[in-house]
């Protein structure tokens, strides 16, 4: 749906604020400055809804070629015929687990207020300046970059979903560093996703092929798994 759902705890209360533009609001993250950061995922952009204002701004990402771009600005029609029942398969590069679109997926924002995002099948995360709103790709030597969280210190963990391990993204050094994960019994893992305690600086990630949890000290470099 083409909206954005603001739920206040305190008096139970719903309020709806509907977008004009874009496609698949995913995952949520919220600044220091009240603004509202949001992946779209079939439209492969960045969302910014400012709460003061009211006032949504879509960001865009770069296309991997002129069929993904005319793919995306086509996005509402291929909706409506995918609705329709019209098969698209012979023109558009889309399946049902959208793998011929980029996917912006998960998103963080680091203790500088920059906001960081993982492309899913476009194999690259990214940054958007906090300040200056300028926008920069890094591709991922990895496959899969799902979801992704910062630690105390400003470093991006990333859940390397089909290579059972996180990796490390340093921004200051722009450089990968990968994690394999201590797979028990021995095998491979699919990390969907994780989350940083960033007062100890624990990286939580949760295996879906084993019904375990890891749990990764980045101080200490220690491995803890829970069945």
Do not use: C
């Amino acid at each position: 749906q083409q909206r954005l759902v603001e739920f206040d705890p305190v008096l139970k209360q719903f309020t709806n604020y509907a977008m004009d533009d874009g496609y698949y609001p995913h995952t949520i993250r919220v600044d220091k400055q009240e603004r509202v950061w949001f992946t779209m995922a079939l439209s492969n952009q960045i969302a910014m809804f400012e709460r003061s204002s009211k006032k949504f701004t879509l960001f865009d990402l770069p296309s991997r070629s002129t069929k993904e771009s005319i793919t995306i600005s086509s996005m509402g029609s291929i909706l409506k015929m995918m609705d329709w029942g019209i098969p698209l398969a012979n023109w558009v590069s889309i399946d049902e687990q959208s793998t011929g679109l980029p996917l912006p997926y998960g998103i963080d924002i680091t203790p500088n207020g920059d906001i960081w995002f993982a492309r899913l099948h476009a194999n690259s995360i990214g940054m958007i300046d906090g300040k200056t709103l300028a926008i920069k790709n890094y591709p991922t030597p990895f496959l899969g970059p799902r979801r992704l969280r910062s630690d105390s210190k400003g470093n991006l963990w990333i859940a390397a979903f089909p290579e059972s391990m996180i990796v490390k993204f340093d921004p200051i050094k722009e450089t990968f560093t990968n994690y394999p994960l201590p797979v028990f019994p021995a095998g491979s893992e699919t990390p969907y996703s994780l989350n940083v305690d960033q007062t100890r600086d624990m990286v939580w990630v949760n295996g879906n092929t084993s019904d375990a949890l890891y749990r990764y000290d980045i101080n200490a470099d220690k491995w803890s798994h829970y069945p």
